[in-house]
C-alpha cells in the first residue's frame, strides 16, 4: 500500500538540501497531494505528486548543466523551448532550476541520457508526462478513480526515480571523488582552501546536492584514490584523505539529525 507521508519524506531526501526556491514550491504541493489523498482523490493527488517528480528530474538536469558542462552544450542543440521563450532560457547559464520549464518536459527528459539512463526508462518517464497531459483535459473522465490505480501510477513514477538515481549515485561518486583527489593534492579546489566549506557551499549550496547524494558521498570507497594515484600516497597523505571523509560524513550525519 502507497504511504503518502513515505512518498513525501522520500522527495525531500531527493530534493536539494538548501534551494530556497524549491523549498517554497515543494512545501505549497505536499499538503495538496496529502489532502487530496485523504479525501480520496487520487488523481488530483497524483497531479501533485508528478509536480514534485518533475522538479526532481529539474534538479538533476540542472546539476548535469554544472557538472557536464560541454556534454550538456552538445545536448542541448537538439532541445528546444516554447515560442516566445528562447530569451527565458539560456542553456550555457540556467540561474534557476525553473527555467527548465520553458521547455517542454519530454525534451527535459531527454536530458538524463548524459547520466547513461537506459532509453527504455526514458522513454517511459515521457510517457508519464504524457499520461499526466491527458488527466489535465476535461475529457469527462478520471482515469485514477480508486487507490489501487492510485498506487500502480505511483509505483511508476518509483520505478523511474529508481532507475535515475541508479545512475546518479554512480555520477556524484565519480564527482566526489574527484573533488577528494584534487583538495588532496593542491590543498584546494577552485576558490576553496578548506573542505568544510566546499562540501557546505560548494556542493551543498552552489551543485544544490540533495539529502541522498550527500549519502553516495559518505558511501564513496577511498581506496578508487588511494590506488589510482602515481607516485603512490604517503602515510600523512592517506590520513588527511581519510580526514577529509570523515569531515564530509559528519556534515551529513548533522543534516539527517537536524
Not at 125 to 152: C, D, P, W
Request: aromatic fraction near 12%.
Amino acid at each position: 500500500m502507497v504511504d503518502i507521508e513515505q512518498i513525501i519524506d522520500e522527495f525531500y531526501s531527493l530534493l536539494p538540501i538548501k534551494d530556497d526556491e524549491v523549498a517554497q514550491y515543494v512545501s505549497s504541493v505536499f499538503p495538496s497531494i496529502q489532502n487530496s489523498n485523504n479525501n480520496e482523490q487520487y488523481q488530483f493527488s497524483y497531479f501533485g505528486v508528478h509536480l514534485i517528480f518533475m522538479t526532481y528530474v529539474y534538479c538533476i538536469v540542472w546539476q548535469i548543466s554544472k557538472l557536464s558542462q560541454n556534454r550538456f552544450m552538445d545536448t542541448a542543440v537538439f532541445a528546444r523551448t516554447y515560442n516566445g521563450c528562447e530569451e527565458k532560457l539560456k542553456f550555457h547559464d540556467i540561474k534557476s532550476v525553473f527555467n527548465l520549464s520553458h521547455m517542454p518536459e519530454t525534451d527535459i527528459i531527454n536530458f538524463l541520457c548524459l547520466l547513461n539512463v537506459d532509453a527504455s526508462d526514458i522513454g517511459q518517464a515521457r510517457k508519464l508526462v504524457k499520461y499526466r497531459n491527458e488527466m489535465a483535459h476535461a475529457n469527462g473522465k478520471i482515469q485514477i478513480a480508486s487507490l489501487n490505480e492510485f498506487e500502480t501510477a505511483i509505483k511508476e513514477i518509483q520505478s523511474i526515480i529508481k532507475c535515475i538515481e541508479k545512475k546518479m549515485e554512480l555520477y556524484i561518486k565519480e564527482y566526489y571523488g574527484n573533488v577528494l583527489r584534487v583538495f588532496l593534492l593542491e590543498n584546494e579546489y577552485g576558490d576553496y582552501n578548506n573542505w568544510d566549506d566546499i562540501v557546505n557551499e560548494h556542493l551543498v549550496v552552489e551543485l544544490s546536492f540533495s539529502k541522498r547524494q550527500l549519502e553516495y558521498c559518505t558511501n564513496f570507497g577511498l581506496t578508487r584514490i588511494k590506488n589510482n594515484i602515481e607516485p603512490r600516497l604517503t602515510r600523512e597523505q592517506i590520513i588527511a584523505l581519510n580526514e577529509l571523509h570523515t569531515s564530509t560524513v559528519e556534515y551529513y550525519t548533522e543534516i539527517i539529525e537536524a
